[in-house]
């Protein structure tokens, strides 16, 4: 079956970086898109970046751009989420999702993902 495991969470300082990973099985990777959600205490699950495999076109939230980068590891199956000069409002559990087909436009919702991790929390103060 498809998993999708996250880890690399943690606390950090403001201004501090993280990387997250989150290694794949049992999915195909050539026409997919694969995104990271993260959802904050009391807030709705937000779209944060994602990645189409077929060219390799990555898409980043207003928010994150400029400081957060996504990125795949083909040979090892692992999807990564680089994130840079956090800031407190980067609070939230983080969560790896996969999809079939091209990324939708401006991220799409949690329900246009067929498969999703189970989160790992990231703590900025």
């Known amino acids: 079956d498809v998993q999708l495991v996250e880890s690399g969470g943690g606390s950090v300082q403001a201004g501090g970086s993280l990387k997250l990973s989150c290694v794949v099985s049992?999915?195909?990777?050539?026409?997919?898109?694969m995104a990271w959600f993260r959802q904050a205490p009391g807030k709705e699950r937000e779209w944060v970046a994602g990645v189409y495999i077929g060219d390799g076109s990555t898409y980043y939230a207003d928010s994150v751009k400029g400081r957060f980068t996504i990125s795949l590891d083909n040979a090892k199956n692992v999807l990564f989420l680089q994130m840079n000069s956090l800031k407190p409002e980067d609070t939230a559990m983080y969560s790896c999702?996969?999809?079939?087909?091209?990324?939708?436009?401006?991220?799409?919702?949690?329900?246009?993902?067929?498969?999703w991790g189970q989160g790992t929390q990231v703590t900025v103060s």
């Open positions: 999702v996969a999809r079939w087909g091209e990324c939708p436009d401006s991220g799409g919702s949690w329900y246009s993902y067929g498969w």
């Open positions: 049992g999915f195909g990777y050539s026409t997919s898109c």
